[in-house]
């Protein structure tokens, strides 16, 4: 017998449970991504091409681990828990525990020796098991969203909400970090052995078991905020258990998608954009505005500021210009300010010109950048809607559940991947004596202009299909 079935959305508490889990995961992802490549090079002394190579590997990792995770979830007998939350249980006590190692090396690189072998490795596996337990839990989260939530509408407000956690964890991730940054009598010199240095490394082992504790019990209450329990009802197939090889042609269906590469295009230059703020931010307030103190609290209130005032604005021009045309006119804001830091290599500018422009720059670049979360969820989620329509082998239902997995496997890879030649790229540029040079460390940070253009030419290429009005329809036996 056919029938139709309201659509599944999440709303109220169950948004607000699903929501948490991201925004504690994140954000204590977010403070290994940011600070960790600071911490190690400018404290615990690592060189910086060590430190990038191990973030790196950590990246890819993360990409390998998010698409195998995802593809496993997308084959999985529901059982008792479901099919995907199971996933997000099963890394999270290597994940908390690695958590709180990375901020507590054994071993700190002599001060006439930045190549310390047993350091870097250390940073290596701690990042490389955090990132795989990790790719477990946020591959399920991320994955079960379209079977979750199936109108547009719905998923536009899982968006913003996504999107507001997002700003308000970058904000946290980097506030302690700097308020530690902000009571040094020497910021400019940090290393293990020097006063200011030993100050980092009583504080932030402190900030990592927090984030860490925080992030396990948010996690914990979005597994229970979840209902899988459609699956009981919405599918009667056997499921069977897939070889090592059909894994991996599963894993390479999306890479056929003609639409999603485009949109792999868009998520891979806006990676590497974002992620050179990212590393560039705490060494460009230090060494080229040459912060101190207080001054440190500026950033604080440009990036808060920016980040609220920006979502809002382009939710705003979202609700009448839709979500292509959105997208691309905030790239087009982020690219055009990020050409402007190159203004930053006039050394005659005044103090107060030097902020007014940071504002503009810095404060445009950091509200666009978390501003997309608006639109990529949705947009994936909607290119994710047709390919399951062009295949028609199935309900939509079925094979949303499918692809979902893969989908957001390969979206996750591709952002790790721009991410990961990033930071490569900074590690050689920062190494030995460039680590603190003004003029490299702006030239780099205005090339975010570059991969944000590039970016917009392949969103420019994108055209979706019309999105249905009519409620999603479901045969049940």
């Excluded at 496993?72 to 890394?91: E, H, S, W």
């Excluded at 407000?157 to 970058?170: D, E, N, V």
């Excluded at 079925?398 to 991410?419: D, P, R, T």
Aim: glycine fraction near 6%; charge should be positive; proline fraction near 4%.
């Amino acid at each position: 017998m056919s029938q139709t079935i309201e659509p599944r959305e999440l709303h109220g508490f169950r948004l607000f449970g699903y929501s948490i889990g991201q925004f504690g995961y994140f954000l204590t992802r977010l403070l290994i991504s940011v600070f960790a490549f600071q911490y190690y090079v400018y404290t615990v002394n690592l060189d910086a091409i060590l430190a990038s190579i191990g973030i790196s590997i950590n990246l890819i990792l993360n990409a390998i681990a998010l698409i195998v995770f995802g593809v496993i979830a997308d084959n999985k007998k529901p059982g008792r828990f479901g099919k995907r939350r199971p996933f997000m249980l099963y890394g999270l006590p290597i994940w908390v525990i690695s958590a709180i190692l990375i901020w507590i090396p054994p071993w700190y690189c002599p001060k006439n020796n930045s190549f310390y072998w047993p350091t870097a490795l250390y940073f290596w596996i701690m990042l490389s098991l955090n990132v795989i337990s990790g790719s477990s839990i946020i591959s399920a989260h991320i994955s079960m969203m379209p079977e979750q939530s199936q109108t547009y509408k719905n998923r536009e407000k899982i968006a913003a909400w996504r999107a507001i956690f997002m700003i308000t964890a970058s904000i946290l991730a980097l506030l302690l970090p700097l308020m530690i940054q902000s009571i040094l009598e020497d910021p400019e010199n940090v290393k293990w052995w020097e006063p200011s240095g030993k100050i980092i490394l009583f504080y932030m082992p402190i900030i990592g078991v927090g984030f860490a504790s925080f992030g396990l019990i948010s996690l914990i209450l979005t597994f229970f905020s979840v209902d899988e329990s459609f699956h009981k009802t919405s599918t009667k197939e056997n499921f069977k258990k897939l070889t090592l090889l059909e894994t991996f042609r599963q894993m390479a269906v999306p890479t056929k998608d003609k639409k999603y590469r485009k949109f792999m295009g868009v998520s891979f230059f806006n990676a590497m954009a974002s992620r050179i703020l990212g590393l560039l931010v705490i060494p460009f307030l230090a060494f080229v505005l040459r912060f101190k103190g207080p001054e440190f609290f500026i950033y604080i209130v440009v990036s808060i500021s920016s980040k609220y005032a920006h979502f809002f604005l382009w939710k705003k021009i979202l609700k009448k210009h839709g979500i292509l045309k959105t997208y691309a006119m905030c790239l087009i804001s982020a690219a055009a300010v990020s050409f402007l830091e190159l203004f930053f290599l006039v050394e005659v500018l005044s103090f107060e010109i030097e902020i007014v422009l940071f504002i503009i720059t810095i404060g445009t670049v950091l509200g666009t950048m978390y501003a997309v979360n608006l639109f990529t969820t949705p947009l994936a989620s909607a290119l994710i809607y047709e390919a399951a329509e062009n295949r028609s082998e199935d309900t939509i239902d079925k094979e949303v559940s499918n692809i979902s997995g893969s989908y957001f496997g390969l979206q996750s890879f591709i952002l790790a991947l721009g991410q990961s030649c990033t930071t490569i790229m900074i590690g050689f540029i920062l190494s030995g004596p460039n680590e603190q040079n003004p003029i490299i460390i702006t030239i780099t940070l205005a090339s975010m202009g570059i991969f944000y253009s590039i970016s917009l030419l392949f969103l420019r290429q994108i055209k979706l299909k019309e999105v249905p009005q009519k409620i999603l329809k479901s045969d049940i036996i």
